[in-house]
T-cell receptor, first 115, second 113 residues
Framework: AQKITQTQPGMFVQEKEAVTLDCTYDTSDPSYGLFWYKQPSSGEMIFLIYQGSYDQQNATEGRYSLNFQKARKSANLVISASQLGDSAMYFCAMIDFSGTYKYIFGTGTRLKVLA | EAGVVQSPRYKIIEKKQPVAFWCNPISGHNTLYWYLQNLGQGPELLIRYENEEAVDDSQLPKDRFSAERLKGVDSTLKIQPAELGDSAVYLC???????????FGPGTRLLVL
């Protein structure tokens, strides 16, 4: 069965510093996708970044990058130059392309950026 | 381009009452999802539509929950009767196809008293 694990319930980071949010996953399917979403207090889930299991390079989107280590089954999100507006819940999610195509979400990490 | 629209944003009802949530997906998105998000948890899929067909409703509690997407565009999720444990955020999402990135609406926060 597929599973997403986020072991950090909460994280603090100083403004302008980089922070890494951990995500490990478990699947037996060779083809899958990994996503990160940001959920501010307003409640909307905002798509940040995507990594396919066959992608050779780590995905980057502006200040967001995904540190994809396939052998370790980890897909950590790196936020560079943190801003106060980055304070939110962050969810890692996975979709398998070999069967159900169902999104599985982790339990989230709450990030607080300090001024 | 407009995002996923949901209404209402908040709803407070007494237990045993019915309640309905509405979702309008991003234009052109064939796939629509309803999720349940409990406090401190990630979203959990309730139902997925491909156009007007419900292709995955295995997690939908069919004794009290129902959903429809009659014309393959907007969708309604209904609970009847509501129970205290239904208090949660109900998120709607859409995507171009089932293998594509999902985009979420702001959610409906339900409180059952």
């Amino acid at each position: 069965a597929q599973k997403i694990t986020q072991t950090q319930p909460g994280m603090f980071v100083q403004e302008k510093e980089a922070v890494t949010l951990d995500c490990t996953y478990d699947t037996s399917d060779p083809s899958y996708g990994l996503f990160w979403y940001k959920q501010p207090s307003s409640g909307e889930m905002i798509f940040l970044i995507y990594q396919g299991s066959y992608d050779q390079q780590n995905a980057t989107e502006g200040r967001y990058s995904l540190n994809f280590q396939k052998a370790r089954k980890s897909a950590n999100l790196v936020i560079s130059a943190s801003q106060l507006g980055d304070s939110a819940m962050y969810f890692c999610a996975m979709i398998d392309f070999s069967g159900t195509y169902k999104y599985i979400f982790g339990t989230g990490t709450r990030l607080k950026v300090l001024a | 381009e407009a995002g996923v629209v949901q209404s209402p944003r908040y709803k407070i009802i007494e237990k045993k009452q019915p309640v309905a949530f509405w979702c309008n997906p991003i234009s052109g998105h064939n796939t629509l999802y309803w999720y349940l998000q409990n406090l401190g948890q990630g979203p959990e899929l309730l139902i997925r539509y491909e156009n007007e067909e419900a292709v995955d409703d295995s997690q939908l509690p069919k004794d009290r929950f129902s959903a429809e997407r009659l014309k393959g565009v907007d969708s309604t999720l209904k609970i009847q009767p509501a129970e205290l444990g239904d208090s949660a955020v109900y998120l709607c999402a859409s995507s171009l196809g089932f293998e594509e990135t999902q985009y979420f609406g702001p959610g409906t926060r339900l409180l059952v008293l």
